[in-house]
Structures are given as C-alpha cells and as structure tokens.
C-alpha cells in the first residue's frame, strides 16, 4: 500500500531572556510531500522531502531540499 501526502507548516520561537547576539523571536515555514508505504504485513516506511522557505531556527542559512526516510518492521 501506499498513500502519498504533501505538507506545509511554520512556526516561531521566542525566546524569555534576551542574550546579546541572538534574536528576540525567530520564525521558519516549509512544504512538501512523500509517500507512507507499507510492504506485507511486516514492513513500513515512509520518504519525505522538505523545502524551507526560510533557514531553519537553530541552523546555518541554507533553503537547501532535504529528504528523510525511514522504515520499520513490526
């Protein structure tokens, strides 16, 4: 079986206490899609790929694709 899907999302963080050299509030969004996939009765897994509209709170500023996946086996 397999049932694709397509996604977007955003967030922002805010920060209590202000440090010097770092933003009040920060905020990301990013789309995409993939695919959940199940193989027999034992296998399972899942690809995704994501494109940040924004660089991504905590990380160097790259909108690079990125792609995840994963499976498991019950």
């Given at each position: 079986t397999v049932m694709p899907f397509v996604f977007g999302d955003a967030g922002r963080v805010?920060?209590?206490t202000r440090f010097l050299g770092?933003?009040?509030s920060q905020s990301?969004?990013?789309a995409g899609g993939g695919a959940?996939?199940?193989i027999g009765r034992q296998?399972?897994?899942f690809?995704?790929?994501a494109?940040?509209?924004e660089p991504i709170v905590g990380q160097s500023a790259t909108r690079s694709v990125r792609?995840?996946?994963g499976v498991s086996v019950r």
């Open positions: 805010w920060q209590r770092f933003e009040p990301t969004a990013s959940w996939l199940n296998y399972a897994g690809i995704e790929i494109k940040p509209f792609v995840y996946a």
